[in-house]
């Protein structure tokens, strides 16, 4: 009998009973449908020992780093502290380091934080002024500074949030900052596979950190990048992006823009059609897409279709409203 504590509940796994037959044994209220690992809607993280390996079968990688496992699907081998939620969100103190423009648009934004982070990279945080006023950006550096993170803040009409980090916040300023989220980083594992990366807009900062993570880790698989941006003042990095081609042969970049016309090297149309078209077997590549919901909705389906296991693919949609586009 393993003993399995859900904040101030406690509930007991008796021989042969899941952690989900426990907790709906006790009348504790817990997603759940198929009750066979195919849904994860039962997905809960344990706060202290590591899961059964066979209770996190299906799971991305990130997801079982973090001690995230399937409730329907695990037979506890000790008592377990879990955890239904996110945990309560803490900040951190930052200190504005640095703000210069990236484009017309974009500008970025180095902060200093008081303590350092653990993050991996391709992770975002939520960015906190004082009267409250928060969005989340994507963190656009890699683990070698734990505390100093870099945004790429991309500038909305009407977007309260980036508006004030463009015209007033000023170097020196502190803002606060949050603990790291988000399931879209890279994990220093499987160095030989293969990755693919694709863009649009501000989506290259959380790709930008997991690249030079990376290769900082001494990836060895092929990396192919795709930016895109509707027209060449979109784009930007274009020669840090150069220079790291030149460094490691085994990093591709390749920019895009979908209207007007562009200069040698920069190919025509949207990026992940482009990256769909010149890289159609995907079997056994890891995948990140940052961007355009549209996009990054679109080119999980496709790249799933050109092989790629949904385990291996990683997105992060820019919304509007929630995330970093403000």
Excluded at 76 to 86: F, G, K, R, V
Excluded at 306 to 320: E, T
């Amino acid at each position: 009998m393993k003993k399995i504590s859900l904040g101030d509940q406690v509930s007991f796994c008796y021989e042969g009973e899941t952690v989900l037959d426990a907790l709906l044994r006790d009348n504790i209220d817990i997603p759940n449908s198929c009750k066979q690992g195919a849904c994860q809607s039962c997905m809960v993280r344990s706060l202290d020992v590591e899961p059964p390996v066979a209770a996190q079968s299906g799971l991305k990688d990130v997801l079982r780093k973090q001690k995230h496992f399937l409730a329907c699907l695990c037979y506890p081998e000790q008592d377990m502290a879990i955890t239904l939620s996110q945990q309560p969100e803490f900040f951190t103190e930052g200190m504005v380091m640095e703000k210069r423009p990236l484009n017309q648009e974009t500008l970025l934004l180095t902060v200093e934080c008081k303590e350092p982070l653990d993050f991996y990279a391709g992770q975002f945080v939520n960015l906190k002024r004082a009267d409250g006023l928060m969005r989340s950006y994507s963190i656009a550096n890699s683990r070698l500074h734990d505390k100093k993170l870099t945004f790429h803040i991309r500038r909305l009409a009407g977007g309260r949030f980036s508006e004030w980090v463009h015209q007033e916040l000023l170097v020196g300023d502190k803002i606060a900052v949050s603990d790291p989220q988000g399931l879209c980083y890279y994990l220093p594992t499987r160095f030989e596979q293969n990755m693919l990366l694709i863009g649009t807009g501000s989506g290259l900062a959380p790709l930008a950190g997991i690249i030079t993570e990376a290769l900082q880790q001494g990836h060895t698989g092929d990396i192919h990048l795709f930016h895109g941006s509707r027209e060449m003042d979109g784009l930007y990095w274009i020669e840090e992006m150069l220079e790291l081609e030149r460094q490691y042969p085994n990093f591709h970049y390749t920019p895009c823009v979908s209207r007007g016309d562009s200069p040698e090297g920069v190919a025509v149309g949207r990026a992940n059609d482009i990256a769909l078209s010149r890289l159609p077997d995907l079997k056994g590549w890891r995948v990140f897409l940052c961007g355009h919901p549209e996009m990054v909705n679109e080119t999980k389906r496709q790249a799933y279709l050109n092989g790629a296991s949904l385990k291996d693919i990683y997105a992060d949609a820019f919304h509007v409203a929630s995330t970093s586009l403000d």
